[in-house]
Nanobody, 129 residues
C-alpha cells in the first residue's frame, strides 16, 4: 500500500554521494511506525532491504552498504533519510521507503520486504562508472 513518498534519486558517478528522503502521505501515520527502512531493487533482482531503523534509533544494515550508507530519522519533521556515500555501479536501482506497523525488533533486523506494510513508489538511483 502506497502511503509514503520518496525523493532525492538521481544519476551520479561512481564514488559520489546522494541523500534520499521519505515522508508519509499522512503525517499522523508517522507515530504508528515502530520500524522504517530503505529497500532497493535492481534490474531482475529481488527487493533488498539495505537499511532499517527502529524508533529508538537502532539501525540495521546489509553487508553490501555497511559503512557507506547511513539511515536516520527526524521525528520533528516526520522524515526518514538515507545518506549514501562512496556509491558504486552495483548500488543502481529503484530505492523504496517502507514502514512496518508491527512492533517487532526482529522484523527490523531481518529487513524482509514481506514484513513491511506501507511503501513508497520508489526513486531511481543510477551510478555510472
Amino acid at each position: 500500500q502506497v502511503r509514503l513518498m520518496e525523493s532525492g534519486g538521481d544519476s551520479v558517478r561512481s564514488g559520489g554521494s546522494l541523500t534520499l528522503s521519505c515522508t508519509p502521505l499522512d503525517i499522523l501515520a508517522w507515530a504508528g511506525y515502530p520500524c522504517m527502512g530503505w529497500f532497493r531493487q535492481g534490474s531482475g533482482n529481488e527487493r533488498e532491504g539495505v537499511a532499517t531503523i527502529l524508533r529508538d534509533g537502532t539501525t540495521f544494515y546489509s553487508d553490501s552498504v555497511e559503512g557507506r550508507f547511513t539511515i536516520s530519522q527526524d521525528h520533528a519533521q516526520n522524515t526518514l533519510y538515507l545518506e549514501m556515500n562512496s556509491l558504486k555501479p552495483e548500488d543502481t536501482g529503484i530505492y523504496y521507503c517502507a514502514a512496518s506497523v508491527a512492533n517487532s525488533r526482529s522484523f527490523c533486523r531481518w529487513r524482509l520486504a514481506a514484513n513491511f506494510a506501507d511503501w513508497g513508489q520508489g526513486t531511481q538511483v543510477t551510478v555510472s562508472s
